[in-house]
């Protein structure tokens, strides 16, 4: 049976073997400090109000450890900030990805936190309403349901759904063993004789 640390090992940009563009989170969306670790694990879908945060300060106390809470959040507000990722951290949540925007960045930064948003924001929001938890949301353009399986890194953000999990997996790995197999050379020589042919095929010339 497959688990979150046999999916953290192949790239997002693997994914794409098994996965449609439309499983890819918008590229805006991407890492707040350099060389954050790649992160996988089951999505905690979280939909922020208009100008509130609630839902997500509520949700890192119901997560659970290994998850990833993933939030559609107004970009306008911050929707969390350094103690937020700390406690967040201390439940053994594997990180935030949030169509939204944070603060307190040097904090997180030290805290080694993964956080995947727009930027960040000085300003938060409001603490005023909640939104029901594990509810399908969007996040960068991708429809998210709770149990998805998110790989994030620097490549980008794959959200995989349940039911396509093991194909991607197997698909992506496989990919991932072939590069790995593989010299420069042979990969080159491969490279050009697919791109040769394909120019053939369209009738091109030099």
């Known amino acids: ?69 993933v939030v559609q959040a107004d970009p306008d507000f911050a929707s969390a900030g350094g103690n937020v990722c700390a406690i967040a951290q201390q439940r053994g949540i594997s990180g935030f990805v949030i169509d939204g925007v944070i603060r307190d960045l040097a904090e997180v930064r030290e805290l080694q936190f993964p956080v995947y948003a727009r930027g960040v924001m000085p300003k938060p929001a409001k603490k005023e309403q909640i939104l029901p938890f594990n509810q399908p ?4 353009g991708v429809r998210v349901c709770a149990g998805d399986i998110i790989v994030a890194d620097e490549e980008g ?17 496989a990919r991932t063993d072939k590069d790995a197999a593989m010299s420069l050379s042979e990969w080159r020589a491969a490279h050009e004789a697919k791109i040769e042919a394909t120019l053939k095929a369209l009738g091109f010339e030099d």
């Open 157 to 173: 953000i794959a959200v995989i759904p349940q039911e396509l999990a093991e194909e991607a997996y197997r698909l992506g790995k």
């Open 137 to 140: 949301i969007v996040c960068g």
């Open 1 to 69: 049976m497959l688990t979150m640390a046999d999916f953290v090992k192949v790239s997002p940009c693997e994914y794409s073997e098994g996965l449609g563009r439309e499983q890819f989170v918008d590229g805006a969306i991407r890492e707040l400090w350099p060389q954050m670790p790649r992160i996988a694990g089951p999505a905690f879908t979280v939909k922020c109000a208009k100008g509130d945060h609630l839902s997500l300060h509520a949700a890192i106390y119901r997560a659970a450890p290994g998850d990833i809470i």
